[in-house]
Nanobody, 125 residues
Framework: QVQLVESGGGLVQPGGSLRLSCAASGSILGINTMGWYRQAPGLQRELVAAITSGDTTNYADSVKGRFTISRGNAKNTVYLQMNSVKPEDTAVYYC???????????????????WGQGTQVTVSS
């Protein structure tokens, strides 16, 4: 059973910083990609940033230059450093991981997607 546990959300003032963390646990054979999505009220969930096992990163245009995604030394942990936050960054942030759980799915490169429970980020003065 795979679990993604997020932490680090909260209330921050415009222009401030916040760091989100996500740790994946369980019987994981390998990791394809880990990332962060967000969903604001009334809007669709959108990709914020993602990082591959080879450390290739991808960012939404709206956060480029302000947010940084990185992986921990254990490689099953991903961080999102959020700087110069804006009110429009307010949303529930979800950790996403595409994982290989068996040798068969690893060999076929068939990763399964898992989600964290979400953490609220509110940017307001």
């Amino acid at each position: 059973q795979v679990q993604l546990v997020e932490s680090g959300g909260g209330l921050v003032q415009p222009g401030g910083s916040l760091r989100l963390s996500c740790a994946a646990s369980g019987s994981i054979l390998g990791i394809n990609t880990m990332g962060w999505y967000r969903q604001a009220p009334g809007l669709q969930r959108e990709l914020v940033a993602a990082i591959t096992s080879g450390d290739t990163t991808n960012y939404a245009d709206s956060v480029k230059g302000r947010f940084t995604i990185s992986r921990g030394n254990a490689k099953n942990t991903v961080y999102l450093q959020m700087n110069s936050v804006k009110p429009e960054d307010t949303a529930v942030y979800y950790c996403n991981a595409k994982l290989y759980l068996t040798a068969v799915t690893w060999a076929r490169r068939q990763a399964n997607a898992y989600w964290g429970q979400g953490t609220q980020v509110t940017v307001s003065s």
